[in-house]
């Protein structure tokens, strides 16, 4: 391709790029705080009111997402549009990171990469704002980027970075340490030669590698402080060898359905970036790009790992994927007749044509069809749709408000019962905030264990005010119509002698909250009878 159209059409698909991601900052700042996200808000709240993590109340989640929830709390503030901003944040040290590590390669590949990551992001809809997976996502890109760094400029510090930043990931997922181990020893196989791939002197000393491992050691340290600090790290260490392996075995899906949804929307561009690798030629020695395929490969892994096959498990995959995908289809577009270069073959210069061919479909694809319908999906989404909770918060102020403070309880994990006890700043009556924990298998301890904290706290202390959702979380859809009580016939009993159901609602209508509209979940409110 000449050089001039091919200059108007890097401009124009960096326009069509950017124009999409922004559409996801200007259309979702309003968002309100739901899902996963929600429930994480709840905890961080309940942390600060005395509540001791693990001791106090049950949780599968590793202590590092509390930490850093209550830090974006902290920085940001504890409402909607604070979650939203540091939705944003994340999305921009994204960006950043994605720069860095594309640095000396064509200008628009980082810009490819991060608006493509953007409006994934968004597309996936309300609820994936703030997820555990997106935030080590983020650390893990982050911290490659502070690798490269350290390794070009011989900076400890950048090194000290990268150890934090992995460490942070890893209390989040410990899964994270399948990449960092592997990344820290292809980088010490870098700092032995003389020079890297784009012919910068590399250090020889290893102290970056010292000032790596420090920097690793400094978040699980602070997870550690944290747990002794709230008398919860033998709570901790049980809900490690009991609730954390049943959640694991949950809601499990084949593996073709994991792979397939691991790379969702993005098939027909990873299909011709794997055509594009068969017709270029095999790259130089680039410890670098290793560093990202190694990411990749752990994004693959993560997804097959946790096997659920939701949006957000794919972030780890997607932040390594992208900017791989957008070097080789930039380097592509280099002509194979620069000066100086060697002379081609007719195939060899015939393969050099087809790939610049396969190169600018890949990009085009991305620029002017994927990035844009992303963008106007996001502007479709229905946001102001939750009349779950706005509904729930009403029934709750009537029966009395913050009086019901340590005397209400939710039969719940994400529905939104979670959301309007946080945005009333109840605290429950006990600390049982997963309902899967109850109407699981009966079989499991950590189900077994959960049903006798539930039961001896309600012969000592019963809540005033009980709810109950209709799903059961990785058990069903929301129009489960409370079928999940089925599997405790004891406590559906407890209910029917000791409760009178005051109020039963219903959705009247789906949400449109991401890709496809969904049914709500309904809910029952239940009164103790005096």
């Not at 608006?115 to 911290?143: E, K, N, P, W, Y």
């Not at 460490?167 to 989040?172: F, H, M």
């Not at 939701?310 to 289809?329: E, G, H, N």
Request: charged share 15%.
């Amino acid at each position: 391709m000449p050089s001039a159209p091919a200059r108007v059409f890097c401009v124009a698909a960096a326009a069509s790029l950017t124009l999409s991601a922004l559409v996801y900052f200007a259309f979702s700042w309003r968002w309100p705080l739901v899902g996963d996200t929600s429930l994480m808000h709840y905890i961080g709240f309940l942390v600060q009111r005395g509540w001791a993590p693990y001791r106090q109340f049950g949780d599968m989640n590793m202590p590092g997402s509390y930490l850093v929830e209550m830090a974006a709390m902290h920085i940001f503030g504890p409402g909607d549009l604070a979650w939203r901003f540091y939705d944003f944040a994340l999305m921009l040290c994204g960006s950043a990171a994605f720069f860095v590590v594309t640095r000396d390669r064509h200008w628009l590949a980082p810009v490819f990469a991060a608006s493509l990551f953007i409006v994934t992001h968004g597309r996936d809809g309300l609820a994936q704002g703030g997820q555990r997976d997106l935030v080590m996502a983020i650390c893990l890109i982050a911290a490659t980027a502070f690798l490269f760094i350290s390794i070009r400029n011989r900076s400890a510090a950048a090194a000290a970075a990268f150890g934090l930043l992995s460490g942070l990931a890893l209390t989040i997922k410990p899964t994270a340490i399948l990449l960092t181990i592997p990344q820290l020893v292809l980088a010490l196989f870098a700092a032995r030669s003389p020079a890297d791939a784009s012919g910068h002197t590399v250090p020889t000393s290893p102290r970056f590698l010292l000032a790596g491992v420090l920097g690793w050691f400094a978040a699980p340290l602070a997870v550690l402080l944290f747990l002794l600090r709230e008398h919860s790290l033998a709570a901790f260490l049980y809900t490690l060898r009991t609730v954390v392996p049943y959640y694991a075995s949950l809601g499990h899906r084949p593996l073709s359905f994991v792979l397939v949804h691991s790379l969702s929307t993005l098939e027909p561009l990873v299909i011709g970036w794997l055509a594009l690798l068969l017709m270029l030629p095999r790259p130089v020695h680039d410890w670098r790009r290793n560093a990202l395929l190694l990411g990749v490969a752990f994004g693959i892994l993560n997804c097959i790992i946790q096997a659920r096959a939701l949006p957000y498990y794919r972030y780890p995959l997607l932040v390594f994927l992208l900017p791989v995908i957008a070097i080789d289809l930039t380097r592509a577009l280099d002509s194979p007749h620069k000066p100086g270069a060697p002379s081609m073959t007719v195939s060899s210069s015939w393969m050099a044509s087809a790939a610049r061919v396969v190169a600018l479909l890949g990009l085009a694809f991305g620029a002017f069809f994927l990035a844009p319908r992303s963008a106007f999906l996001i502007h479709r989404y229905h946001w102001w749709e939750n009349d779950f909770i706005t509904s729930l918060e009403q029934n709750l102020n009537t029966l009395g408000g913050q009086q019901l403070s340590r005397k209400v309880l939710c039969i719940d994990t994400n529905s939104g019962c979670g959301n309007a006890l946080y945005h009333l700043r109840l605290e429950p009556s006990n600390g049982i905030l997963s309902d899967f924990l109850l109407f699981g298998d009966s079989a499991a301890p950590a189900v077994r264990e959960t049903r006798a904290q539930l039961t001896a706290s309600f012969a000592s202390s019963p809540p005033q005010v009980l709810i109950v959702t209709s799903a059961l979380y990785l058990g069903g859809d929301a129009a489960d119509d409370y079928r999940k009580l089925a599997r405790w016939p004891e406590f559906a009993s407890f209910l029917a002698a000791h409760y009178t159901l005051t109020t039963e609602w219903h959705p009247t209508h789906s949400n449109l909250w991401w890709s496809r509209p969904e049914i709500p979940a309904s809910y029952r409110i239940y009164v103790l009878r005096k």
